[in-house]
């Protein structure tokens, strides 16, 4: 995709690098998730239905939908598998799934494990967004609500943390055993 570029090296969607960079992230998303496709679809291609069809097909493309990702947000259009497998133990139909990219997938596993990072760093729900538009070039899908829900999460995991019964536990007594057993054994 082609771009105009300011003078100071700008686009209107921001840095020239940080375009490419995220065109590449794409692009090579895309051949990955079509390779992933074409592989499982060759594996399968012995499965045949009584009227010797295959079971696992392509087809067609799901609609676009925006990842956001650590080069920033990224629109995939993912490949379609129709997969009349049935799962002769449950009777259900089997479903291709991409292990690259799940169908609830929306953002990598990365942008979620700085969101804790920047809490601890003391960053408060409201400047979440601000923060992240600033690396990723949007608010990679957050508002302040799920900021706050995570926060809050968090906070109680702190204090379940802080309140656990130690009473079967002696670290303290265990240390001191040791040391008292090193000086007699010193003496």
């Known amino acids: 995709m082609l771009s105009v570029v300011n003078e100071d090296g700008t686009t209107s969607t921001g840095s020239l690098i940080d375009e490419i960079v995220r065109e590449g992230a794409r692009r090579m998303l895309a051949a990955a998730l079509e390779a992933e496709v074409d592989q499982c679809i060759a594996e399968l291609a012995a499965e045949r239905d009584e009227r010797c069809r295959r079971l696992v097909v392509r087809n067609g493309h799901h609609r676009p939908r925006t990842v956001t990702t650590a080069a920033g947000p990224i629109e995939v ?27 609830w997938c929306r953002k990598s596993p990365k942008i979620s494990e700085v969101l804790p990072l920047l809490y601890l760093h003391g960053l408060s729900g409201g400047d979440f967004v601000p923060a992240l538009e600033q690396f990723l070039g949007s608010s990679a899908g957050l508002s302040a609500a799920p900021v706050n829900r995570l926060t809050k999460q968090w906070q109680d995991d702190h204090a379940a943390f802080q309140n656990r019964d130690l009473s079967d536990s002696d670290y303290a007594g265990r240390e001191r055993s040791q040391v008292v057993g090193l000086i007699r054994s010193s003496a």
């Open 77 to 103: 259009r993912a490949p379609r598998v129709d997969d009349r497998r049935v799962n002769e133990a449950t009777g259900e139909r089997q479903r291709f799934s991409s292990k690259i990219l799940p169908l």
